[in-house]
């Protein structure tokens, strides 16, 4: 526990279910996250992360339960919240500029014509703070994988949010530019509650203050609780991990009983 | 130059509102055209072009048999062209699954009442010149229409340049960012029925689809990001146009399917010299 850490909460899931055209996706789900955890969202394809990560935004709607997100309802505090979708999802040749992307964080606060200069001030600020000042011109689709996952992570900072959010960021991206990744997290970390969905485990520990397991079940540890036996638990089956290393792919995770 | 005395003959004025049309027209084109190039509908809005045919036989219709003056085949055309982008818009948002074949449905059936319309009017109509285009039929009034359409579909587009490019972009940030992309995508098809609808008497509706892609997909090979984009499509849809009905006069071709050649000869060099270069480097 760092001086940082506060005793507020950032989101708070109360007795929680979700089905999906009658298939439970997620049950009995309660769950408490502190502001300025950085915690990780794991489990096996199929378990329910983007689910759960799509109710914490507001974009789904429990059938049972409540979710309270810095405060207030998930619609209400949607501005509030910085998300980083996974950049591999976009249309590659969409002709849309860097500082455009960045930009789009901002959109609540005009309804029409041009941003304000304070909204171009903001958007300039977050892509200096990834690193990438000197490409604002340059067209999204002409940049690197990792440069478009930083370029997204500014255009969540330019929101200016209390909580940031990040659905597989490491998938499509090469080493380098995950440990450079995992650099700017940490530092933004300092200021922000930060939440990652992923199914690549091995990375959780290092830098990760606690650890959500998500297989219909949602369980928080602490990342020192997380041990083979515990990962054996939460994938449903003896799974081969544990030896590789700190990559591997998503076949590599599990080997029955996933969906 | 034979094309540009005949634009200053009055005796055919015909050609001047042509080229006068078509040049206006090319601003929402570009526009317009960016959009739907760059979101991937142009299956959408091809639907919409044909489902334009209904209303106009449905304002012929009026006019002829019912007597109703007010309600001609542009007025029709514009009723339809909303009513198509609406329906089209809710069944692309809301069918989660056969959203093509829902919407090729409506693209027949849309031309089907059209042509159902026009065999009970009274007096001989040849469809050919709604679906295909005929300058010959372009009067004062047609450009006045132009204009307005053309200053409204501008206008929106300019106004909400953000919000639309972030809808194309990426729907589900814009909802997150308190945006209701569902009601700008509706108004985005809108649009584009509106810009359709200025040009079918120039190029037809089974054309016009060309029209609003060809220049916007040219533009792509050259422009760094969507505003470039628009400025691009705008000056090569007035170049397809202008050199079309100057070399339909010149030639005593129909206009439309010339410009639509000239654009299709364009587009294919465009992309033949951008593969080209991207395989180079």
């Not at chain 1, 935004?57 to 509030?80: A, M, N």
Request: hydrophobic share 50%; with cysteine.
């Amino acid at each position: 526990m760092t001086a940082a850490s506060t005793t507020e909460t950032a989101v708070r899931i109360h007795d929680l279910d979700f089905a999906y055209n009658g298939t439970p996706i997620l049950e009995n789900v309660n769950l408490e996250i502190m502001a300025r955890d950085s915690l990780c969202i794991v489990g096996p394809n199929g378990g329910g992360k983007t689910t759960l990560l799509k109710l914490i935004l507001g974009l789904l709607k429990p059938d049972r339960g409540d979710i309270e997100v810095l405060r207030q309802t998930p619609e209400k505090s949607r501005l509030h919240i910085g998300y980083v979708p996974q950049y591999a999802r976009f249309d590659p040749q969409f002709p849309i500029t860097v500082l455009e992307v960045v930009l789009m964080g901002r959109l609540d606060r005009i309804f029409c014509g041009a941003y304000a200069r304070q909204d171009r001030e903001a958007a300039e600020a977050a892509l200096a703070e990834m690193g990438l000042a000197d490409l604002a011109g340059r067209l999204f689709a002409e940049i690197s994988g990792g440069q478009r996952q930083r370029v997204l992570i500014a255009r969540a900072l330019a929101a200016e949010g209390e909580l940031l959010i990040l659905d597989e960021p490491t998938a499509n991206i090469d080493a380098a530019s995950e440990e450079h990744l995992f650099e700017l997290l940490a530092k933004l970390n300092e200021r922000l509650t930060v939440m990652l969905v992923t199914h690549d485990i091995g990375f959780a520990s290092k830098f990760f203050k606690s650890i959500v397991c998500v297989n219909r079940q949602v369980v928080l540890h602490p990342t020192s609780e997380l041990t083979g036996e515990l990962i054996r638990n939460m994938y449903g089956g003896d799974i081969r991990m544990i030896r590789h290393d700190h990559r591997c792919s998503p076949e590599g995770h599990c080997s029955h009983g996933i969906s | 130059m034979e094309f540009l005395n005949a634009l200053a003959d009055p005796a055919i004025p015909f050609l001047r509102y042509a080229l006068a049309a078509g040049i206006m027209a090319s601003l929402s084109f570009g526009i317009i055209g960016t959009y739907v190039v760059a979101r991937r509908i142009t299956y959408i809005a091809g639907a919409i072009a044909h489902c334009v045919l209904g209303g106009i036989g449905a304002g012929l219709y009026c006019e002829h048999k019912l007597g109703i003056t007010w309600f001609g085949p542009l007025s029709g055309a514009i009723v339809a062209a909303l009513l198509a982008a609406i329906i089209i818009g809710l069944v692309s948002l809301h069918a989660s699954q056969r959203e093509d074949t829902a919407i090729g449905a409506l693209w027949a059936i849309g031309m089907a009442i059209g042509l159902l319309f026009i065999a009970k009017t009274p007096g001989y109509i040849e469809p050919m010149s709604y679906l295909f285009g005929n300058i010959l039929l372009i009067s004062e009034f047609d450009l006045w229409m132009v204009l307005v359409l053309d200053i409204l579909v501008v206008g929106t587009a300019v106004l909400f340049y953000h919000k639309f490019l972030a809808v194309c972009f990426d729907e589900e940030y814009a909802r997150l960012r308190g945006v209701r992309t569902d009601l700008y995508y509706l108004l985005l098809l809108c649009l584009t029925a509106l810009t359709v609808v200025l040009l079918v008497r120039v190029v037809g509706i089974v054309m016009v689809i060309a029209l609003l892609t060809l220049p916007a997909a040219v533009a792509s090979n050259f422009a760094k990001g969507l505003l470039q984009m628009m400025v691009l499509a705008t000056l090569f849809c007035s170049f397809f146009i202008g050199s079309g009905l100057a070399i339909s006069y010149s030639f005593d071709l129909p206009s439309g399917p010339t410009i639509i050649v000239i654009a299709g000869l364009v587009y294919l060099l465009a992309t033949g010299l951008g593969q080209f270069r991207a395989r180079r480097n």
